[in-house]
Structure formats: structure tokens, C-alpha cells
């Protein structure tokens, strides 16, 4: 069993960037797929960014594509959430999950393919 933890978030202005971690214990996350969820007040969590299992494919939600890059650090077992170009509507709780079943990019942003997921670090872009 894996656990997860998120780090990174903070308080930014509009146009700046921020690295999320995910560091993961417990397991190695070389076989998992790994996801970004993010859920603002009163909206729906939304699936930005994922990898497949073995990191071999990578999936953007339009929201944020060309601006996120999701990556993973073998060595640290820790994926990584790079966002650029933050804008306000970005704030959200970001939270990172994982499952060991098989996953396509077709379906990588559904919640309900996760069975790990860490508490969530905050993200607020505002001038």
C-alpha cells in the first residue's frame, strides 16, 4: 500500500509558477498510475494531469494544457506537478492519487480509477 503526500502549494500571483511534489512511501510508484485532481469551492474535482503506469504515456486536461507538465522522479519516488502561467481561475486544493491497475489515457482523469490519494495542498493565484 502506498502512501501520498503533497507539497508545494502556496500563494502566487497571475503568471507566476509553482512545482507541486507528490512524494510517495510505502511502495515504489514505477508501475502505478499516478494523477493531479484539483477541486475548487463549489466545483467539481477535475482531472488535470496524469502518467500512466511505468510513466509511459502523459494526459492534460485542456484546462491545462501547454501550461502543466506532470513528471516523476524515480530515485525520490515522488511525481511532480509543474504548472506555468498560473491563472486565477487555478485555485484549487490539488491532491495527487495512484492505482496499480492499468490505466489508458482515455481514462486517467477519472476519480474513480484511484485508490490512493494524498491530503491535498493548497494553490491560490490572485494579484
Known amino acids: 500500500q502506498v502512501q501520498l503526500v503533497e507539497s508545494g502549494g502556496g500563494l502566487v500571483q497571475p503568471g507566476s509558477s509553482l512545482r507541486l511534489s507528490c512524494a510517495a512511501s510505502?511502495?515504489?510508484?514505477?508501475?502505478?498510475?499516478i494523477a493531479w485532481f484539483r477541486q475548487a469551492p463549489g466545483k467539481e474535482r477535475e482531472g488535470v494531469a496524469c502518467?500512466?503506469?511505468?510513466?509511459?504515456?502523459?494526459y492534460y486536461s485542456d484546462s491545462v494544457k501547454g501550461r502543466f507538465t506532470i513528471s516523476r522522479d524515480s530515485g525520490e519516488n515522488t511525481v511532480y506537478l509543474r504548472m506555468d502561467n498560473l491563472k486565477p481561475e487555478d485555485t484549487a486544493v490539488y491532491s495527487c492519487?495512484?492505482?496499480?491497475?492499468?490505466?489508458?489515457?482515455?481514462?486517467?482523469?477519472?476519480?474513480?480509477?484511484?485508490?490512493?490519494w494524498g491530503q491535498g495542498t493548497q494553490v491560490t493565484v490572485s494579484a
Open positions: 492519487s495512484a492505482t496499480q491497475y492499468p490505466i489508458d489515457t482515455m481514462t486517467c482523469l477519472q476519480a474513480y480509477n484511484y485508490d490512493y
Open positions: 510505502g511502495d515504489s510508484l514505477y508501475y502505478y498510475a
Open positions: 502518467l500512466t503506469n511505468k510513466g509511459l504515456h502523459t
